[in-house]
């Protein structure tokens, strides 16, 4: 009973923190505060998702909240251009190979990971600000479907929700039965093994930075749905808070460790911490030393239980 308990601790920390919140405001439980919250973690999720990927290879993607800017402010001004069809596959496009560069940094060319999306984090940040010359860009007039995505819902469940549902199962069902999701986990627990075994790690290390490109991109564009309008101010420290998720959620930042259930949680986590935090109107940068207090037990909890 106690190592169950020890491996769902995650799960302990969410069912607690849900209670706390639960008896702390009673706006928290209601249908409008609950919706709201899963809009509001839904990018950060995808964004989280695609972290967690890269860590378990033992790598980090900084350069997502600058992808998040970027592909904002390029599918604002592709809307006024081209089909929305087009603006939305070019946007993506820019996603992957923004990914695709850091994972040839990495894979291909022994860039620390650190590094190498240290830079891109600069470079991207800054394309979206050339591009956009620094003021927001308002999407075009035939952009309702973009629109949707950041706001609409069926059945009551916001639409964004349920696309990290669908992407959060398609994860998870690789990383359990597929063998391109056992190669990921054991190139971050032995990569010297691995490529013994005859296994291409530079492959599956660039495809996880190109992934997380992608599903970076997608929050993006989640972003740009709800707002309306592609700035390159947006996403700046979005990769803390999924690197935190991603800790949170008991993954190692030495790769090999750590369940995409889990990581959710730790976005959930997060979430209802500023969601209950700024029912209370606490200040917002008291709220930044609560949380990062509260992130600081979470992980120490996560490594006593260890």
């Known amino acids: 009973m106690k190592e169950r308990l020890l491996k769902n601790n995650t799960l302990i920390i969410f069912l607690l923190l ?10 928290f439980l209601t249908i409008t505060n609950v919706t709201n919250l899963l809009r509001q973690v839904a990018p950060i ?3 989280s998702i695609g972290m967690f990927l890269v860590i378990l290879t033992g790598g980090i993607d900084l350069s997502v909240g600058s992808i998040i800017a970027c592909v904002g402010v390029a599918f604002a001004l592709l809307s006024y251009e081209v089909y929305f069809s087009a603006g939305l596959l070019l946007s993506l496009l820019l996603g992957v190979v923004i990914g695709a560069v850091s994972g040839y940094l990495v894979a291909y060319r022994g860039v620390a990971a650190f590094i190498a999306t240290l830079a891109l984090m600069t470079i991207v940040r ?7 010359k620094g003021a927001p860009v308002t999407v075009g007039p035939h952009s309702s479907a973009i629109l949707q995505l950041g706001t609409g819902s069926v059945l009551g469940i916001p639409l964004s929700a349920i696309l990290l549902a669908l992407v959060f199962v398609i994860v998870f069902i690789v990383l359990k039965y597929h063998v391109y999701g056992r190669q990921i986990i054991a190139i971050g627990s032995n990569e010297e093994a691995v490529r013994l075994s005859g296994i291409s790690v530079e492959r599956v290390k660039f495809s996880v930075y190109v992934i997380s490109g992608f599903l970076t991109a997608l929050a993006g564009l989640m972003m740009v749905g709800r707002t309306g309008v592609g700035t390159p101010n947006i996403g700046v420290g979005l990769e803390l808070d999924a690197i935190a998720a991603v800790v949170i959620g008991g993954a190692s930042l030495f790769g090999g460790k750590g369940t995409v259930f889990n990581t959710l949680l730790g976005v959930l986590i997060l979430g209802m911490i500023g969601n209950i935090m700024n029912l209370l109107d606490i200040t917002s940068y008291m709220q930044q030393l609560i949380k990062g207090v509260i992130i600081i037990l979470a992980v120490i909890f996560q490594k006593a239980q260890q």
């Open 45 to 47: 999720g995808l964004i």
């Open 18 to 27: 849900l209670l706390v919140s639960s008896f702390t405001s009673e706006s």
């Open 126 to 132: 800054g394309l979206g600000f050339l591009l956009s």
